[in-house]
């Protein structure tokens, strides 16, 4: 479906670069633009700087990682690597150091925390790609690595977006604060006020759930190992919103994201993208985009964008495109 409309874009005569902004970004970046509100400075359209050639050979590895070549969904690695840029970025807030800094898989005592379990596979992988492309081109830090990985796993996972993609990070390997992350058993109004601490309001936080839409969970209750939080696990869809009220057989909800559904405050927003996957997408990629930069002063200014190395959306089966609202699809 994406491809669709950026090859009717392109053929209109806009530049490729401009017509992937306003069709995968969503109006929210362009808005910011025109208005020039504090946003700029965070979701900034496209610069000159060209974004290192090493990063095209990243994509083309890591697209083939997170691919289930069997069933063409995004496989473990995929869903560990975009809830790993989760926690690189957001174990922080706006009084203390840290963020986006590689802490997440520098730091040993960080990633064996309880917090990151689940994330004691794919740290160690992520950390040996980052020596790998570091020795090709030594621009490459372990904090970009785990953010634009989770970028090519969140575009191999079928109707996923490509989401602006910024190298640039500098690596810490001092542990960031703990407790900083999201509780599952958290009520709402703590978790609103949790990532409103760190600069992220309530409608980007409905919009960010929605990786739930592809994840699975294995230590909430380990008896479930394995259980998905929607019914369609390593696809991009809507169907975590329905599914978080519905709770179909075999989906495992997590307590958070019902106390998010459920709460007056945050309510509307998470019912508006039921069966809105064009709506959620242009929320979620510049929420995104903003958890991606996270600690880092001054946002992406002085950053390269490298979401043209990042692939674009896959073609998707036709059956699962036309399970999307008719709206939707084109
Ligand atoms: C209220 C906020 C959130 C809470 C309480 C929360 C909690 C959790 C929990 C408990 C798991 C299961 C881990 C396991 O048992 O292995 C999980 C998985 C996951 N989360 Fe979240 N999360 C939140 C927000 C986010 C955000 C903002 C993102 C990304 C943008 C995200 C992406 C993921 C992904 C992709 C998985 C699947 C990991 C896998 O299958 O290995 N989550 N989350
Ligand atoms: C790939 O998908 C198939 C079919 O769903 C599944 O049986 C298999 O375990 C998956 N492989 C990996 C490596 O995840
Ligand atoms: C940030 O986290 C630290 C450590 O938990 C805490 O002391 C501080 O109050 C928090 N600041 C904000 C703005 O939430």
């Known amino acids: 479906m994406y491809i669709l409309r950026n090859i009717i874009i392109v053929a209109t005569g806009a530049s490729l670069a401009s017509a992937l902004d306003f ?33 095209t050979q990243v994509a083309t590895e890591l697209s083939t990682t997170f691919l289930n ?47 990151n379990n689940g994330l004691q596979d794919i740290g160690p992988k992520l950390l040996a790609l980052t020596k790998k ?21 969140i575009v191999t996972c079928p109707l996923g977006p490509r989401v602006q993609t910024f190298v640039g990070r500098t690596d810490s390997s001092t542990a960031n604060v703990e407790g900083l992350l999201p509780d599952v058993n958290a009520p709402s ?50 169907d975590f919103y329905a599914d978080t009220s519905s709770k179909p057989a075999g989906v495992f909800v997590f307590a958070s994201d019902a106390s998010l559904a459920a709460d007056p405050q945050t309510s509307a927003t998470f019912q508006s993208f039921v069966g809105a996957q064009a709506k959620w997408n242009g929320a979620f990629t510049p929420a995104m985009t903003k958890l991606s930069l996270l600690g880092i002063a001054g946002g992406s200014t002085g950053m390269i964008d490298c979401t043209a ?21 084109a």
Not at 109 to 115: N, Q
């Open 23 to 55: 069709v995968e970004y969503g109006n929210k970046a362009f808005d910011a633009i025109k208005r020039n509100l504090p946003d700029i400075d965070i979701i900034k359209p496209r610069q000159l700087a060209l974004c290192p050639a090493v990063w």
């Open 309 to 329: 190395a990042v692939p674009l959306p896959r073609l998707v089966p036709r059956s699962l495109v036309q399970r999307q609202p008719i709206m939707d699809r």
């Open 133 to 153: 492309y570091q020795a090709i081109d030594s621009s490459v830090t372990a904090a970009d690595m785990i953010q634009f990985a989770s970028s090519v796993a």
């Open 69 to 115: 070549t069997t069933d063409l969904l995004c496989n473990d690695d995929a869903r560990a690597a975009i809830r790993a840029a989760f926690h690189d970025c957001a174990s922080w807030n706006t009084s203390v150091t840290g963020g986006c800094d590689g802490s997440l898989i520098l730091a040993p005592e960080e990633l064996t925390r309880s917090e």
């Open 189 to 238: 109004a703590d978790l609103i006020t949790l990532f409103a601490n760190k600069g992220i309001d309530a409608a980007e936080l409905i919009a960010l759930i929605g990786a739930h839409s592809s994840s699975k969970q294995f230590h909430v209750d380990e008896t479930q190992a394995g259980a998905p939080q929607d019914d369609t696990p390593g696809e991009w869809d809507v």
